[in-house]
Structure formats: C-alpha cells, structure tokens
C-alpha cells in the first residue's frame, strides 16, 4: 500500500494534508515539512488476536541499579545532569555551531573511558579530523573508540560488537535509516533514528549522548517531538564574542532543571567553572551609578549577578524600553513602581537594563537590584561597591521576602560584600559575620538606604 504524504509541523507535530505557510494548530511559521508515514497496511481490518509474552509487576517488585549512575569526570555537567550520567539513558546535547557541543563530549570521553568503554561515532568529521580535536584536547585513552559513518544500521551494529557502556553520537541530523526514503535531516529521518537509538539504549543499558543542532530561531532543529523522546535535554549557551558558556538543562528525567553549569572555553578545551559568581563579577567598575549587585538560585547554587542600568533623556514620544537577560514586561512594571512608589520620573527617559556575563535572571529576588541600580541610574549616584540587594518588589511598592535567604546571605559575605539590602518581613534572619543587614519595607526606604 503506498503511503499517503502529509505536512508535519516540527514545532507541534500536528499532521495536515495540505501545505500551508501557518500550522492551524499552534499557529507558527513556516514550520511545516513533507513527511511521508510508514504504511499501516489495512485500514479497515480487525486486529488478530494474538498472544502477548508481556507480564506486568507491581511497583514494589521492581528492581532498581544501586550503580545507576556514574559520574561523567566533569563535576559542572554532573550537577546539570542530576549528579551525573545515568545508565541506560539518551541525552540530547544542542546548542548554537561553535559553541563546544563537540569538545564538551569528547572531553568527557577521556575521563569516563579509565573505567569503561565509550564509542564515539561522528557524522561530520573525517577520522584524521577527528584525532587532531583528541590530540589538541588531550585525549588518548584505549579504550576509547571512533567511528564516522551516518548509516544508522551499521552504527548500531558496531555498537552490538563493542558492547560499550557509553555511546556519543555527532549528530542525530546526520544520521539516515536506510529502510526510509528521506534524506538526512528531515523530520522522517531525525524521528526514525532518534526512536531507535531509544530503544537500543532501553534494551542494552547504554548510555547515549546526541548532539542536535538548533535553527535560526534558537530551538532545536527537527520535530518537537524529538525533545519529548529523549530522558534529558540540554542547552549549551555562550556568546560569541567571550570565552564564558552556560549549560542548561530543559528537561531531566532524573533530576532538577534549575541546574546551570559553567564553562569558558580555552585552547586546549573548556575548563570548569567552580565559582560563576566571582566570573560574573570580574571587571566591576567602581565608583559608577547605575549598577547593584543581585543574588539568585541557580538550582542549589547561589550566584551572584551585576544589573547594570543607563536612564538618558529622550526627545522620542514613546521612550525606549530595553532588557538584556531580564524579562521586559517585569522591567516596565518595576520602571513603572518606580515612577509612582519612589518618585521618579522615567516617562521622559530611555532606560537600558543589562546583565553582566550573559546571565537571564527570571527569579523575582533579583527586582530589589534592577529597581536600586535604575534609581542610582537616574539620580546619578553611585551604589557602595560592598553593597547588595535581595528582594521581590511588589506592585504597592513593598519589598517581600524571598526563599534561601541565608544561603544567598552567605555567598555574599563569601565574595566580600558587608551590606545587603533585605526586605525587613524576613524572618529567623541571621547575618553572617561581617554583613550588615539593612532592612527596607519599600521601594524609598531601599532607595534611601542604598543610595
């Protein structure tokens, strides 16, 4: 039976007949793609019955690995993943071209292949290529296996006659199953090849990393559905312009998705980060308005994050609002509690706020230090260089507690600040050594106490 060709949307998956520049289900552009279904024999003939060899169990019957998971060498990727790699899953590394996908996972080759066998099959290098990256890097371990083919077939093959316990493929865009007609790449061929490298890693216990390339909008290339059939997602991020990158992870199976790693990226590949907060704060200018230092909860991990502010007069009739790494409708509702709780006047001017390091802060501790370095900004007064703000502000102008505050309190003190501004609601608060707490109830008095 021939099979009937259809439009896929790659961000939903909804299926429609015809093509269309709109998907009619999630309403995106220019997402949908010819994909031609397996055929499905019949349509119209009864199932036979047939016999089924399936037993369920009961929850308390099953068994579970005590030697679940194993660590990856690289202490950053281990937090991201939950406290590391876990056996029998399939991971998705994507992220932007250049940005380290490829060096992060065949660094981590040399440290896992000590103790166990890794497979490293790339689509989009030679071998000869492939040996230089190792040499630069510093990877030479014997137990450490290459492969650079494409054909789906023949790379689960070889990893039957290797039986390794770790398998890294490079990248998933590459790769063709050579029963479908599609070319590589397409949405038939990407979810092909992805449902069987699942199925091996379920039926083997192998541990699979694939690499996903992104499109021009920042999400992953292919079909949505690629992100719903793997355990665990990751985002690598950087800008181009600095050595710093942040890995994220958007979906975990086995543990939190607050976790971020650092990394920068040298020449001999890229080194972990044990302290983001003091990277973050690298270069400080000092002595300037418009700046404060906030803290936030990455996961477990408090870091400290420099909110720089820039309020210059307009002769536009709408001013401009900008954000860099904060969202911009909170930026305008604190912008706005500012104009009507703390008395000035931002009506007439453009504001530009920006987070230093390529941190996004999404959490509402951080509105104290956006609200106080925008004040600084527009009274052109500078903050003290030890000072620090932690705080949720709300629409009335006051200023409500956060959670981990004595953990935030702590990392401050660590990095030599000896004033924090907290909301003055906070209760069983107990300074660190050294660290004066100065208590606000609303936006004027962190004004006034800040400024």
């Known amino acids: ?34 994909y031609t279904p397996a055929p499905s024999g019949k349509i119209n003939a009864a199932p036979a019955a047939r016999t089924t060899s399936a ?35 399939l991971v998705l590394v994507s992220g932007a071209p250049g940005i380290g996908k490829s060096t992060l ?49 023949e790379i689960l093959g070889a990893s039957e006659r290797i039986k390794p316990d770790l398998l890294i493929v490079d990248s998933v865009q590459t790769l063709y199953a050579e029963d479908k007609p599609a070319s590589p790449g397409s949405v038939t061929q990407v979810k092909e090849c992805t449902l069987r490298l699942m199925q091996y890693c379920k039926r083997s216990g192998v541990t699979v990393f694939v690499v996903g390339h992104i499109n021009k909008e920042g999400a992953i290339a292919g079909p949505k559905v690629l992100e719903h059939m793997v355990d665990c997602v990751l985002y690598f991020e950087g800008e181009s312009h600095t050595a710093h990158r942040l890995l994220r992870a958007a979906k975990n199976r086995f543990g939190s998705t607050n976790e971020i790693g650092v990394f920068e990226m040298h020449d001999s590949g890229l080194r972990e980060v044990p302290n983001p907060s003091e990277m973050l704060l690298a270069g400080r200018p ?106 949720e502000v709300g629409l009335t102008g006051e200023i409500r507690a956060v959670g ?39 936006v004027r008095e962190a004004i006034a106490v800040s400024l």
């Open 286 to 391: 000092h002595g300037t308005p418009g700046t404060c230092v906030a803290c936030v909860m990455e996961g477990t991990r408090p870091v400290l994050a420099e909110v720089q502010a820039l309020v210059c007069p307009t002769t536009l009739a709408v001013p401009r609002r900008s954000g860099n790494g904060l969202d911009y409708n909170r930026t305008a509702m604190l912008l706005a509690v500012l104009e009507k709780r703390g008395g000035l006047r931002f009506s007439n001017a453009d504001v530009y706020l920006n987070v230093i390091g390529g941190l996004r802060l999404d959490e509402p501790a951080s509105d104290l230090a956006v609200v106080i370095a925008a004040a600084s900004a527009a009274m052109d007064k500078p903050v003290s260089d030890t000072l620090a703000a932690v705080g």
């Open 55 to 89: 037993v369920a169990k009961r929850l308390s019957e099953a068994k579970t690995d005590e030697a679940l998971r194993f660590t990856t060498g690289l202490s950053e990727l281990d937090r991201v993943l939950g406290g590391g790699a876990v056996k029998g899953s």
């Open 1 to 34: 039976m021939k099979s009937k060709t259809v439009f896929l949307c790659t961000n939903c998956g909804n299926e429609t007949p015809k093509w269309a520049g709109r998907c009619p289900s999630c309403g995106q552009w220019n997402t949908l793609e010819e």
């Open 404 to 442: 981990q505050l004595s953990q935030r309190l702590s990392e401050i003190r660590r990095l030599g600040f000896t004033q924090c501004v907290v909301p003055r609601n906070a209760k069983e608060l107990y300074a660190p050594e050294g660290l004066e707490l100065l208590r606000v109830r609303n």
């Open 105 to 153: 996972l065949l660094q981590i080759c040399e440290q896992i292949a000590r103790e166990q066998t890794v497979l490293y099959v790339s689509g989009e290098e030679s071998e000869g290529q492939l040996k230089l990256r190792a040499e630069r890097l510093g990877v030479k371990s014997e137990r450490l296996f290459i492969l650079c083919e494409t054909s789906l077939d």
